[in-house]
């Protein structure tokens, strides 16, 4: 595996990682689409509530997910450069220490539950679903994170067929599962818009003992020894430092969207209901960026660690402007289908359908812009400058996005915060293009440079 993405063909190699991958989290957004339609049954309080809940819990799985990027690039850039042992040591400490930053997450979360949904701004008849959903989706936040660290983990090690394959089971039962607990069926009672999110904690409870079972096996690509779980808590440190700007970046991504929540509920629940089927809609093509993106942090990773850095900046550059490419043409397709689209999440509701429709024909001919930033930002963490991916992300989603948003709104209502979206668009894939010319996220080596080097961890590295 290592020689297939250090040596060869660049665009086999961007191929053959960023297939699986861009197929699981399709796959994943097909499964959010899933609870999306079950909930839309319900009305438009029901798909408020869960526009409402869903940014904070998505903002609060991000901390997972952007702390696991730490152990896909160290394991990407240790395996690049032959160390088979640190990265199983390096594995071993990350699933620790995420493990334990989501049992505090899960605990804070469920009890602060009400407090962060009346910070929305939700109307009275939509708090009580909103809030039912977030809570049940809290008891089982350790399954989700738990599955993150195994993709993370194993796609820095190269290995990304099996992750899809676990995705692809979790869709089927869950398929089958949402009308069951949504609608009930038989002896299981009618749980409404709670009933997706327990739905979610059983298909992903499955999904998570069986990552973690192959993954402690040894068979993929890690080999993680019983003395590797031995707490080093200055190397778990050093990894949360790590991860902690792609945890604020992935943060900062999903709190920017809880804003938007914010500022869009002062237009009605119609308003939000249509905020919330278009976000879903527009990461179903956001999700195959974002798979790219991962697929070039592996690559990237694994040709610094091998000393390769001009291949890595080859990987960057070819794969961020397929993305780009492929996204504008996903983007026209939008533009065509907008109403349709819409009316396939919503029944009975013309006036979601019109703004909905509008929302999507304002935004989707920059989606190519919006790829541009996402794939360099995941060469910059395959480099291991996870702070730059976060500073750009920080200046697209707060500062461009946010902002002009919160000032649009003044004349357009709702229709300037539609247009903040291609306007951080475009900014923020311009501002990622200038920074990867510039090159200065190419001086970084973690296997080099970074304080995780073998000589200072001899002590703690278990030996046979």
Known sequence: MRNKLTEGSILKAIFMLSWPVVAANMLQTVYNLTDAFWVGRLGEAAVAAVSFAFPILFLLISIGAGLSIAGTVLVAQYKGAGDDEMAGYISAQTLMMITGVCLFISAAGYIFTPFLISLTGAEAEVVPGAVSYLRVSFVGLIFLFAFFVFQSLLRGAGEVKLPMYIVLVTVILNFAADPIFIMGWGPVPAWGVAGAAVSTILTQALAAIAA???LLSGKYGIKMKAGYFRPEQALMKKIFLLGLPSSLEHSVRAFSFTLMVFLVGAFGTAAVASYGIVTRLISFIIMAAVGVAMATTTLV?????AGNNRRAKKIALTASLFTF????????????????LTAFFISGSPGVVKEGSDFIRIVSLTFGFAGLQIVLGGAFRGSGDTFAAMLLTMLTFIVLRFFS???????????????????SNIAGGLAAAAFFVWGGWMKKNLTDDFILKREELEEALPQE
């Open 212 to 214: 973690l079972a192959m």
């Open 301 to 305: 990773g694994h040709n610094i660690g």
């Open 325 to 340: 490419a492929v996204m504008t043409i996903a983007g026209v397709v939008f533009w065509f289908y907008s109403a349709p």
């Open 405 to 423: 948003a919160y000032g649009l709104s003044f004349f357009w209502a709702q229709k300037g915060i539609w247009w903040s979206f291609p306007i």
